[in-house]
């Protein structure tokens, strides 16, 4: 072939541009054994709920699904709502496990001091041990049932770091808690906009 050794160039070019890309954001990403309990967790993918997420974005369609850290100890965890149209309820996952089919993700850091995280985990396992389930009506009154992103605000609201309800949208008259919007609530710790093996392997260390 005349135009190899041109073909080998161009792929060498682009195979040079891309790795430090990869890298970049992969080290960018938190690794497990620096999440601390309180960190929001946000996922992207292409699922029939992240499709009804993104319908109700503020800015940034990408985000769908969020959940919260959970630390133990060694032990590291996503706490979030796992919804379906049948309904489900409060589940805690490896960090693995809640990134692994995403297409993105990020973590975002509140400004939490030692106590707030101590109560935010208290709170959540309280949850854990009700069993409480997820919240189909996408109502925020209808306590104690969460869907994902009123988890994360309520669970901040306690610790006063949300700016309060009435800041939300509305919908039909019926206010709620857009994914995206968690990512106001702190400061981004780190991201990966990669396929599924990248996003969980960018948090290694936590399972």
Aim: aromatic fraction near 6%; hydrophobic fraction near 45%; glycine fraction near 8%.
């Amino acid at each position: 072939m005349r135009n190899a050794p041109l073909i080998a160039r161009v792929v060498t070019l682009i195979v040079t541009l891309l790795v430090p890309i990869t890298q970049a954001q992969s080290q960018a990403m938190p690794r497990g054994d620096s999440l601390r309990t309180g960190d929001i967790v946000l996922t992207g993918n292409d699922s029939a709920w992240a499709f009804f997420a993104r319908r109700f974005a503020d800015h940034d369609p990408r985000w769908s699904h969020a959940g919260l850290v959970l630390r133990e100890g060694e032990k590291v965890a996503v706490v979030h709502m796992d919804g379906s149209p049948a309904g489900g309820r409060i589940r805690r996952e490896s960090v693995a496990a809640f990134t692994g089919e995403a297409r993105h993700v990020k973590v975002v850091r509140p400004s939490l001091d030692h106590g707030q995280r101590a109560l935010i985990g208290d709170w959540l396992l309280d949850h854990l041990a009700r069993q409480t389930t997820f919240d189909t009506r996408f109502r925020l009154d209808d306590d104690p049932s969460f869907y994902c992103s009123e988890l994360v605000w309520r669970a901040l609201d306690r610790v006063g770091l949300t700016p309060g309800d009435e800041t939300l949208p509305r919908v039909a008259g019926r206010v709620f808690v857009p994914v995206d919007r968690l990512v106001t609530l702190g400061r981004v710790a780190g991201r990966v906009v990669a396929g599924p093996d990248v996003a969980a392997s960018a948090v290694a260390g936590a399972r």
